[in-house]
């Protein structure tokens, strides 16, 4: 585990041996936040890059021979692999790693060091403070933390009067920790604290000689590529960022239609908290009379989530809706292994679901078994009864979600609910589709024992790129003592597994988006808003079933708040795959919808409350539109939809397509008046995935 802020003074991991270096990059340029959001990292050497989990970055090439940036390896790895996948991390912290890297962009190696060096040399000059009171030090050589033999009581005491909290591992220990921004009078401060408790007068903390050992300190150049070079000037910086942000399509260019997604509204009102101090400056080991504003939302939040969901009690903890799974299915081993059952480690899965489902259950060390589908999209209710039976004796639950992957409310969810408990498993219930549920009816209600809930999803929070995102899990009252406990402060349950993040309410900073999305909707918001999810999805079904079949819909023809749209038939008729049309999608100036989930060649379209009806009629135009353009391609390999997106460079270049410049550019009327432009055309995947490269500052993108 390294701190990346002090790898600008020590040795890095790699020089000195090691093979993984991992740790937090919340200190670079993030704030506490009462826990998180934040960045993690996790470095290898070249020899294990191919077991890396979660998302990394690579280098391919586009279709004119242009360098493209593309996820690499690890993209849709749960669904291709599911329960062999290399983790169940379906995405990354992107928008937290996008700050760090910006404060790296700014501030640049000379910068980097500086703020190491201050936060040394305060360290340093406490400590040599200290030792002249005649204070033992728990260690000679460190960064910016010091320990302290002392009496904790009368230290905090007098700490406490000062405005200062310090870290007491023990009774007769003090732990102190120093970072860029301390200043020489707050040093003076906490020397003063010492000497008081000591009856003495302090002495000045001068400055101090460096306490690494010099075999340890750092001789390498880092960061020395132009990027880490170039930006110094805050309106130079602030032009960098724009750029960037003008090559990605986002909720402020056109409604984001990712089935199972939820790319819904993050309302101006409800990000406010995100620039309050009081929210954001908070240590998560505050003492606790320190912390109230916080904990009152939290118990609140928590309160509102078990109500929504129909049952006795939330965790906050779990830091994604992955992370979610995960803590889920170790509370129900915990459940079984409390009743002297934990034998019990088989789980039932059906054919549809998320990839990250049986990667979760495997991280759980639960064993899985694939439940099949039916030709109408539901769970095989009968082969899952006779699963069921089949492991009885072993079965420790099964995961589903309603309405299901496919889009539909299946009616015979209750069946599948008590077929599981009279096999002697528990219910968890993924809510990745919650938002076809809240105010209609809930999990608990169903028959469920746990469900997560994806608050970057279903309650507003943005999804960042990625992340970071929030997955609560919500229990039944017999699964309350068993919610993740943390070592460090008092939450969960009784009987708590333990901690599934580093902080123990997880990225407490976010939850007051949560928090206002329910407060002020209310009962009546938060149904109308489900009820508006189902219409508009349904509206957008009924609009294309002339153009594009849904795939599935359930017994009353409807589907719930999302929608399969049916391309098998495009390769053999037009030789144009979905891949191809998500691409086209992009010069109409929208993200692609899902694509090739959870049916291989599909669109999985999902709208949300959030879109109004005139944005659903463009992205209803622009699919007819492609349609008749696949129609008119067949046959031609050079084809406008084959070839896309189109770039300004390539529509301002030699042109030698049998289609024009406007046909590419303009293929409706509405776009001219905001064009969004690719910044790339179609990327070579295979190209990517086989010459791996993740070093790409170097060149200009």
């Known amino acids: 585990m390294a701190d990346l802020l002090s790898l600008a003074l020590l040795k890095a991991p790699g020089e000195w041996g090691a093979d993984i270096a991992a740790g937090s990059t919340q200190r670079l340029g993030t704030p506490m936040g009462f826990g998180g959001p934040s960045a993690g990292y996790m470095a290898t050497r070249e020899a294990f890059k191919r077991n890396m989990p979660g998302r990394i970055i690579g280098v391919s090439v586009d279709r004119l021979g242009n360098k493209a940036l593309r996820m690499s390896l690890q993209m849709r790895e749960q669904h291709i692999k599911r329960e062999k996948a290399t983790s169940n991390i379906c995405t990354a912290s992107a928008l937290m790693a996008s700050m760090v890297g910006f404060y790296c962009v700014y501030n640049g190696p000379e910068g980097l060091k500086r703020a190491a060096t201050t936060a040394h040399e305060a360290a340093a000059a406490a400590a040599r403070a200290l030792e002249a009171l005649d204070y033992k030090l728990a260690a000679k050589a460190f960064f910016d933390t010091i320990e302290v033999e002392a009496e904790a009581a009368v230290i905090q005491s007098l700490a406490l009067e000062r405005g200062i909290n310090f870290f007491y591992p023990t009774e007769n220990s003090v732990r102190i920790a120093f970072d860029e921004v301390t200043t020489p009078e707050e040093v003076e401060t906490v020397v003063g604290i010492f000497a008081e408790a000591r009856g003495r007068k302090a002495k000045g903390a001068k400055e101090s000689a460096p306490r690494i050992p010099a075999q340890l300190l750092r001789t390498s150049a880092y960061l020395t590529e132009p990027v880490f070079n170039t930006y110094r000037c805050e309106s130079d910086l602030m032009r960098y960022i724009k750029r960037l942000e003008l090559r990605d399509i986002s909720l402020a260019n056109s409604m984001i239609s990712l089935g199972s997604c939820t790319m819904k509204l993050n309302a101006a ?67 079984h292994q409390s009743r002297g059952q934990g034998y019990r480690n088989i789980v039932l899965i059906p054919a549809s679901a998320h990839g990250t489902n049986p990667a979760s259950a495997a991280m759980a060390g639960m064993k899985i078994v694939t439940v099949a589908c039916d030709d109408k999209g539901n769970i095989d209710v009968e082969d899952l009864k006779a699963k069921a039976r089949e492991h009885s004796s072993e079965l420790a639950g099964t995961m589903i979600t309603y309405p299901s992957t496919h889009g539909v409310f299946e009616s015979r969810i209750r069946e599948i609910v008590d077929a599981v408990h009279d096999a002697g498993g528990q219910v968890y219930m993924d809510g990745a589709n919650m938002n076809a549920q809240v105010g209609l009816t809930n999990p608990g209600y169903i028959g469920a024992d746990v469900c997560h809930l994806n608050l970057h999803k279903t309650f507003a929070m943005p999804h960042g790129g990625g992340g970071p995102g929030v997955g609560p899990i919500c229990v039944a009252e017999h699964l309350r003592p068993f919610l993740p406990s943390h070592a460090l402060a008092a939450t ?67 589907v719930g708040h999302e929608m399969i749209l049916d391309l098998t038939h495009f390769k053999h008729d037009y030789d144009i795959d979905c891949g191809d049309i ?52 067949a046959g031609q390999p050079d084809n406008v939809v084959r070839n896309a997106p189109h770039t300004a460079a390539e529509l301002c270049g030699e042109w030698t397509h049998p289609y024009t410049r406007e046909e590419a550019a303009f293929p409706l009327d509405w776009i001219r008046q905001a064009k969004f432009f690719p910044y790339v055309t179609k990327i070579d995947n295979g190209y990517g995935d086989r010459n791996l490269c993740c070093r790409n500052c170097e060149e200009k993108f």
Not at 272 to 283: C, I, K, N, R, V
Not at 293 to 320: C, H, R, V, W
Not at 326 to 331: D, H, P, Q
Not at 520 to 525: A, C, H, Q, S
């Open 582 to 633: 998500a691409h086209r999608l992009m010069d109409y100036g929208f993200h692609a919808p899902t694509l090739s989930f959870p049916v291989h060649e599909t669109l999985m379209v999902e709208p949300t409350e959030s879109e109004p009806k005139a944005e659903m009629d463009r992205f209803i135009e622009t699919l007819i539109r492609i349609k008749r353009e696949c129609e008119a391609a």
């Open 492 to 558: 969960g349950g009784d009987e708590g597994i333990t901690a599934v993040a580093s902080a123990p309410w997880g990225s407490a900073s976010l939850l007051p988006i949560t928090y206002g999305y329910i407060k002020m909707l209310g009962e009546e918001g938060l149904r109308r808003s489900t009820e508006m999810a189902i219409v508009n999805a349904n509206y957008m079904s009924s609009a294309l079933k002339h153009e594009y079949r849904t795939y599935y819909s359930g017994e009353t023809g409807r």
């Open 269 to 335: 009102a409800l990000m406010q908290p995100l620039s309050l101090a009081g929210f954001l400056d908070m240590h998560p080991f505050a003492p606790a009379d320190q912390a109230e504003g916080y904990m009152q939302l939290i118990a609140e939040l928590e309160k509102d989530l078990a109500a929504i969901t129909g049952f006795a009690a939330a965790s906050l903890q779990p830091n994604s809706g992955a992370a979610g799974e995960y803590t889920g299915l170790m509370v129900i081993r915990a459940y």
